[in-house]
């Protein structure tokens, strides 16, 4: 488990992160602005997923390539955004209403987006449906105090660089191989493994609660 408000992030720490987000702490652009921005990327990766399951080989490729550049837009304004706010000093009072609420939007829209392009609604928006339950679920245990739980082992980055992959992958499929199970085969694995995730988030909130219940009764 990481603080109470922060997920820990490794490419917080890179030159070009720090660059970017020093450019648009001294821009008139907004911390606010850069997550509903992230909601644009989502909804670009959804409907070239949805598209792409419409098209030939060669256009389902491209768009596939499309809906893993609109994935990684996402997560680049997840980073930023923070950054920008916490380390640029641009903190707004909605901040964390726009912190949260977008990040939903985006799962929902990539997951079910990708649910279409591997010709299975159903499991997308249960992958969708999963996402969202491991957010609540860390949001709930902050509520009881609780530090932030963004544990996997299927957590948003986690989920994020594997519909990424998964892209990639099923773009290169029909040329190398002539199947198309990548994209069937990794929305299994995203359900499982956020499935999963949410149950241990379950577990160490269970735990909590009673330490805390515990703690309390002995004051």
């Given at each position: 488990?990481?603080?109470?408000?922060?997920?820990?992030?490794?490419?917080r720490?890179?030159?070009?992160?720090?660059?970017?987000?020093?450019?648009?702490?001294a821009?008139?652009?907004?911390?606010n602005?850069?997550?509903?921005?992230s909601?644009?990327?989502?909804?670009?990766?959804?409907?070239a997923?949805?598209?792409?399951?419409?098209?030939?080989?060669?256009?389902?490729?491209?768009?596939?390539?499309?809906?893993a550049?609109?994935?990684?837009?996402?997560l680049?304004?997840?980073?930023l955004d923070?950054?920008?706010?916490?380390?640029g000093?641009?903190?707004?009072?909605?901040?964390?209403?726009?912190?949260?609420?977008?990040?939903?939007?985006a799962?929902?829209?990539?997951l079910v987006?990708?649910?279409?392009?591997?010709?299975?609604p159903v499991?997308?928006?249960?992958?969708?449906a999963?996402?969202?339950?491991?957010?609540?679920?860390r949001?709930?245990g902050?509520?009881?105090?609780?530090?932030?739980?963004f544990s996997?082992?299927?957590?948003?980055?986690?989920?994020?660089?594997?519909?990424?992959?998964?892209?990639?992958?099923g773009?290169?499929?029909?040329f190398?191989s002539?199947?198309?199970?990548?994209?069937?085969?990794?929305?299994?694995?995203?359900?499982?493994?956020?499935?999963?995730?949410?149950?241990?988030r379950?577990?160490?909130?269970?735990?909590?609660?009673?330490?805390k219940?515990?703690?309390?009764?002995?004051?």
């Amino acid at each position: 488990m990481s603080g109470f408000s922060r997920r820990p992030i490794a490419s917080r720490d890179t030159g070009w992160a720090r660059s970017m987000a020093r450019r648009l702490a001294a821009s008139r652009v907004t911390p606010n602005q850069i997550s509903q921005a992230s909601v644009g990327f989502a909804a670009l990766a959804g409907a070239a997923f949805w598209a792409s399951a419409q098209m030939g080989d060669v256009l389902r490729a491209l768009l596939l390539v499309v809906a893993a550049a609109g994935c990684q837009g996402r997560l680049i304004c997840n980073l930023l955004d923070g950054m920008v706010a916490i380390e640029g000093g641009r903190k707004a009072p909605d901040g964390p209403f726009w912190n949260e609420a977008p990040d939903r939007a985006a799962d929902i829209l990539i997951l079910v987006g990708l649910g279409l392009a591997a010709g299975l609604p159903v499991l997308g928006w249960a992958a969708a449906a999963l996402a969202v339950l491991t957010a609540y679920l860390r949001e709930l245990g902050r509520a009881e105090g609780m530090p932030a739980d963004f544990s996997g082992p299927m957590a948003k980055p986690q989920r994020m660089a594997v519909v990424t992959v998964a892209a990639v992958l099923g773009a290169a499929e029909p040329f190398v191989s002539g199947t198309a199970h990548v994209l069937p085969v990794v929305l299994w694995l995203l359900i499982c493994g956020t499935a999963l995730t949410a149950a241990l988030r379950c577990r160490r909130l269970i735990r909590w609660l009673g330490h805390k219940d515990r703690a309390g009764n002995t004051d």
